[in-house]
């Protein structure tokens, strides 16, 4: 009887076994498309995986919100992944190490491509079109009345206005000591709070300026406007599908099927997609779905 319970045991454990493996399990004729751990880049994993499988007799397996940047990072340089969206200013700063001064963002991206391809035999496909990058954000309606267009125009008001940031905006020193340094911002006492409350806060008016992702679709919802950077402060993020070398050559129609899609997301139309999926409860592969459809790429 014992013989009996430990040839199950063994069983169900090499079935355990392979079951976590085939996580990552792929044959010739499939590639695996990889995503950080928030909406925008469960959209992307499914755009991306939606247009592959239109175009070419390719299969994909779609590995949506695996986790942040060095999960994802990590599993393409192991093989693990084929493809992700990656942000330019993300790749250079976090990835590569390399330091930020303010460029014109096709230099950024000529940067961080040339050495991707150098050094992690990874290739940037052309950009989508949308530039996700830090920003400052306020009630479009009171910061029309006050004249407030860019974050110079901000720091002139910025005494007299309340400032409510996620605690890691104030605490990173490329966030909001940056800024502060470079704008010389004068808010009184920045609100710490959490990131699910800034955008509500701004709504109802218990803070008046918050930072904010230039693609959220809370922006476009609780009608708030994006202030202009005018001194580069911050990176350009601007997403683009990132590829291995070595899929690229053994697939090089995967190359010409995603660069349709370069330009073809304006940050508008980004913002406009994750709420759909924050705010309306739809999933991301059906918004991606009717975007292509949109779009006639399917």
Known sequence: MKKITLLLLSILLSMSITGCSSFWEKDNNTVVIGGKNFTEQDILVYIMKGIIEEKTGIKVKAKAYLGGTNVVSQAIDRGDLDIYAEYT????????????????????????KTIYDAKKQIVWLKPFGFNNTYTLSMRTEQANALGIETFSDLAKQSAALRLGATHEFLERI??????????????????????????TACRDSNVDVIDAFSTDGRILAFNLKVLADDKKVFPPFYA?????????????????????????????????????????GKSPQVVANEWLKAKGLI
């Open 89 to 112: 200013g993300t790749a250079l700063v976090s990835v590569l190490g390399e330091e930020y001064s303010p460029s014109d963002p096709e230099v950024v991206y000529e940067k961080v």
């Open 174 to 199: 490329d966030g909001y000591q940056n800024v502060k340094a470079v704008y010389n911002m004068q808010f009184s006492s920045p609100a710490g709070m959490d990131p699910g409350l800034t955008y």
């Open 240 to 280: 683009a599908p990132i590829i291995r070398a070595d899929t690229l050559k053994k697939h090089p129609e995967i190359g010409e099927v995603l660069n349709l899609l370069a330009g073809k997301l304006t940050n508008e139309e980004m913002m406009a997609l994750n709420a759909k999926v924050d705010l309306e």
